[in-house]
């Protein structure tokens, strides 16, 4: 079974990591992510089905389409090859088939949020509500939405004090109303004291890199970095880790 279940995985993270493709594309330019058929962004030609194989076709077509011999950006098969691992992972990691599958849609749209929001400054409303549902309908099935409340009031109740004190103090809105949101969500899907951890590190590790880009192109206090991108990275990587093994 094993020998068939892990190649299996990377298939389908393929698969839906070329669908997190089409999110990422069309979501922000108001697009149907159903229809039409993916097309190439520059010449806007449809791809046939059999040039449109994630990863293998990127390879055989020397990155360039086959119709107007642009180059096609390295970003898709990327985030392709990195959904794969994410998809893999899930099923190295978690002992049942559900808790994989669980952790690796919400993974698979945690990244495309990440991608959107360092593009476009913004988180997609249609991704969070969709993340909300797998993760009801999840917890109505295995869990217990009650017992998952706890990260929602962790989260919020401390990101919302940071936004208060932060607009009060500077006269600005630090951060986005859609940070407020995907937050809900993560503590909802992390369902403790860990949002917190994510939170922190989030701040943390934009903080750096903000000085970091400070250092290099000079100091810009109205300098914007996209938070959800960092709040969604670190949750995938927080989400497989215990209490136990955080607090020792």
């Known amino acids: 079974m094993d020998s068939i279940y892990y190649p299996l995985c990377i298939i389908l993270g393929l698969i839906f990591g070329s669908f997190i493709n089409v999110i990422i594309y069309r979501l922000p330019n108001n697009l149907s992510i159903i229809k039409p058929r993916s097309f190439c962004p520059k010449c806007k030609k449809t791809i046939p089905l059999y040039r449109n194989i994630p990863l293998l076709s990127y390879i055989i077509q020397k ?30 990691y978690f002992q049942t088939f559900h808790e994989a599958i669980y952790f690796n849609f919400v993974s698979s749209l945690l990244l495309a949020i990440a991608i959107i929001d360092k593009k476009y400054f913004i988180i997609p409303l249609e991704l969070s ?71 922190f590190i989030s701040a943390f590790s934009a903080l750096i890199l903000w000085l970091l880009i400070s250092l290099i192109k000079g100091f810009d206090s109205n300098r914007a970095l996209p938070f959800g991108t960092f709040l969604s990275i670190t949750s995938i990587i927080i989400y497989p880790i215990k209490m136990d093994y955080l607090l020792f």
Do not use: M
């Open 63 to 92: 990155g360039k389409c086959s119709n107007c011999k642009k180059i096609i950006s390295i970003t898709y098969p990327t985030i392709e090859l990195l959904n794969a691992l994410i998809w893999l992972f899930g099923a190295c």
């Open 129 to 199: 509500v969709s993340i909300f549902l797998i993760i009801t309908t999840y917890l109505l099935i295995f869990g217990n939405i009650i017992s998952n409340l706890d990260g929602i009031i962790f989260g919020l109740g401390y990101l919302s004090l940071i936004f208060i004190i932060t607009k009060f103090v500077t006269k600005r809105q630090a951060l986005g109303y859609g940070d407020l949101q995907l937050i809900f969500i993560l503590g909802f899907w992390i369902a403790d004291i860990r949002i917190l951890i994510v939170i």
